[in-house]
């Protein structure tokens, strides 16, 4: 099992799924902003440094086969 989020990892929680993408900072061993699949314009959530109370609190990874309604796998708006 992941101790930490990875770039590109697909998750979910209270059932929204998203999936992690670099910041600006991109440092990559901070990891860990979620882009949740809505379609707003730039619905993202800052967990860095926070996975473990992230899966404590019910969060899944998901399969990377996993496919998104409203977003791509970067993140971007479909």
């Not at 993202?44 to 996975?51: A, K, L, P």
Request: glycine share 10%; net charge negative.
């Amino acid at each position: 099992m992941e101790k930490d989020f990875i770039y590109g990892m697909k998750v979910s929680l209270d059932d929204e799924f998203g999936i992690v993408i670099k910041d600006k900072v991109n440092q990559s061993n901070f990891c860990g902003l979620i882009r949740w699949d809505t379609p707003k314009e730039n619905d993202t959530e800052d967990w860095r440094g926070q996975f473990a109370t992230f899966i404590a609190m019910g969060g899944k990874i998901l399969g990377s086969s996993y496919s998104f309604q409203f977003i791509n796998d970067d993140g971007s708006l479909k």
